[in-house]
Structures are given as C-alpha cells and as structure tokens.
C-alpha cells in the first residue's frame, strides 16, 4: 500500500489529514454500510461475494487505510490479505472483472463518506487524502489480479495435468480410473478416441526430443546447439501443444482429456460433448467394437471440419483417425488400433484429413505378423533392382489393367507396357493378365509400400 507517512512531507495540511481520517474512523459503520449499499446496487452477484469472511476484511481493509492515515501502526499485511482474498474468490468462481468492480466501487464510496465528512477548510486535506487512495486502489487492483490470475493459471495446470494423467491410463491401459473421475470428464459411457499425427513444425533450431518432466510433452534437441535456440524451439512447440488443447475444449465446449506431444498424441472425446451425429456403436460384439473403426462412424463431418481448424492451429498438416469406444475399459485397445491405422495412412503418404480403419483395411490386415504376411512381402523382391517394372505395375493396377491407359500415363508404346508386364511374369511368377496374379500383385505391392 502507498505510504501515507512518506506522503506526508507533500501534504499542505498533515494535521487536516490526521484530524480528517480520525473522524471518519469514528464513523467506520456507517462507511462500511455504505460501501456494502453500493455493492448491493451496482455489484451483479453479490450475494456470491458476501461470505462469513466478506465484513470483517472489508472493516479491516478501511480501518487500517484510515488509521495508516493517522500515522498510527497497523499490525496489518494488506497486500498478503487482498491476495488471500483473491484466492478464496477464485475457488468461489468469482469472475475477475466482478471481483476488481469491487474494489472500485469501495473506493468511490470510500472516497464519497470522506467528502461528506470534510469541512470547507478541508478540501486541501481532502485532495491529498484522495490522491493517495486512489494509488492504493491501483495497488490493490494489481495485487489481486495477480494474485486471482496466477491461482487461475494454477489450477488450470493442474487440472490439464489430471486430463492427461487420465487419458494415459486409458490408452495405455496401465488402469481404471475411478468411476467419479470418469464421470467428471464425460467419459463413463465411453469416449470417440482420437490419434494425431502432427507435421513437423518450422520453429528455429532443431525439433526437440520429449522432455518427461514437461507439462505438455515436447522435445528437446540432442544434438550440440546454443541454449538460446533449444528454448526459443521448446518455448514454440509448448505455446502450439497449448494452443492445440485450447482449440479441443474450446470446438467440444468442455475440457477434453488428451495426451499430446510433438510427434502426436491421443485425445479422448466425450460421446455426450458430439450433436446428435454422436458416434454409435454396434454393442453385439464388444470385442470387435473395441478394436475396430467403422466406415459409417458418426460425426465424420464434424471431423473433418475439426481437422482444418486444428491445422489451423498448429501451424502444419495434422492426420486424424478416429475409433469409437463402448465403455471406459475398451479405450486402450481402440486407441492401439487407431495409432495403427495413423501409422498405416502415414506409411502409405496418405494426404491429411481424418482416416478409419476402412480407409487402410487391406493393408491394416496383411500387416498383421504371421508367415503369410512375409511370404506375400517377398513376391516382389526379384524386381528389388528394376524400378521401371515396378512403377509399370502399380501404374497398371491403378489403371484397373487397361495396357493403353497404362502407357499413356508412362509415356510408352503399348507394346512395351506388355513387354515390361511379360518381364515380371518371368521374374516373380505373377501374371498380371489373370485374376489370381492379379490379387498377389496388389497384395504384395501394399505390403512393399509399408516395409
């Protein structure tokens, strides 16, 4: 608070000051009274505001103002009292621009009863009096808006740290939260999970490596480079994860748990937080609801559009796939299938947008490890060193095996597109003019764009 012993050298009349401020002590009531009459009539949500604390800091607050006036000692903090405040205000759910409207309003009234209390031969005393309650209304104003943002900021912290505490358990599977917590983010009926896979952002300096200890994953950079450019680096990724996070709650209305990092992440979508397009399941195989993403999964649109605005965001392309769960314990297994079929659609240079099992089903089954899958992926190793044979088959399958189409696309004769199929007939045992050379074609030509 300003001092109003080391104001008082600029005072005209410290004795006007002192008599002034001690008449108004007298009458300390009726000017509580009438700055609670202000609140009442100008303050929204008052009653909010009015606890069992709420008079006795008020009276403490005038009072020491007053007697600090008078030059009396004030075993009083009121600095660390106006923060005590804004964090009780906090936890009260308080808005800021509530809480600091009435601090002002106090002042004003403040400031009125000390008008009606001074005589005419006063007005000196009186300016110097104002002048230095409104330099103590500035320092309050400031004290408790710090105080309120940096208890804000902090709970925030550790409520982003609880949403991602949670969504870990659920994806990796490692436990069950309690039912209440479930409960609290809107995933006890289950959740629409979602994988990202995020573009590599142009930030300066290298691209970081996770750093365990960081709120929100990001990277740190291994190689040897100046402090200054691994934090500008770190400083940048953190303010995009943020950012990112921000855009979830803010498209969904309510905060969504999520796990994100440089590379990507998890986010776990609350079923209730999607419009009447919500995602539905087919609840008669729980095991395969728990492992599969639909073709008619709901809330496509919705995606899609979530997809742009999130790149947006970040800064780059970002690459979605969505997978929907039943129930809470069918999150870590839905969330491995949807990180598969990320890593799928990104093996295969798919462009960004948002991807369900459908799109990569194929190459989604011949991955799965067994004999078959390495069998099928060594059918084209003899072409390993022929490029050209290689570039005409796949461009002939694409063409759906018209010869003429497929030369045209090549810049070749016909003729020689027969005599490049005939080749690799002769080196890999697979005619493409029959059905079933055909299928192996196609089969072990996605398995050599996924190795």
Known sequence: MADPVAAEAGWADPHAVRDLARRCEERLDALIERIAAQWRVQLPGYQV????????????????????LRGVPVDLDLRALFRTRALRRVEQGVPLPTLLRAYTIATYALFDGLRQEARADEATALADIARLLFLAQDEAITEVASAYQEELAALSAARRDRRRELARDLVTGSQLPDAAVLDEFGLGTGAMVLALRLGMLSVAGPIPQQRPDAEVSVTVAVTDVPE??????????????????????????????????????????????????????????????????????????????????????????IRIAVAVADRP?????????????????????????????????????????????????ALLDPLA?????????????EEQYDRRRTARRLSLHPNTVDNRLDRVTELTGLNPATPRGVALLMTALALHDLR
């Open 49 to 68: 505001l009015r606890d069992a604390e709420h008079e006795a800091v008020l009276r403490q607050a005038v009072s020491g103002f007053l007697r600090t």
């Open 228 to 317: 200054s450019v691994r934090s500008a680096s770190e400083a940048a990724i953190r303010h995009k994860l943020l950012r990112l996070q921000q855009a979830l709650d803010a498209y969904f209305g309510r905060p969504v748990p999520a796990l994100l990092e440089q590379p990507g992440g998890h986010v776990l979508v609350p079923r209730t937080a999607l419009d009447s397009d919500s995602p539905t399941s087919d609840t008669s195989t729980t095991a395969t609801a728990a492992t599969t993403i639909t073709e008619t999964t709901p809330g496509s649109t919705l995606l899609e559009e979530l997809s742009w605005r999130l790149s947006e965001v970040w800064g780059d392309e």
């Open 329 to 377: 314990d069918q999150v870590g297994a839905v969330a491995a299938t949807a990180a598969e079929v990320l890593r799928l659609v990104c093996a295969l240079g798919k462009p960004p947008g948002v991807y369900t099992l459908d799109d990569v089903l194929l190459e989604y089954h011949l991955t799965r490890q067994d004999e078959s899958a390495q069998l099928l992926g």
């Open 385 to 397: 060193d022929r490029p050209d044979l290689l570039r005409t088959v796949r461009v002939f399958l």
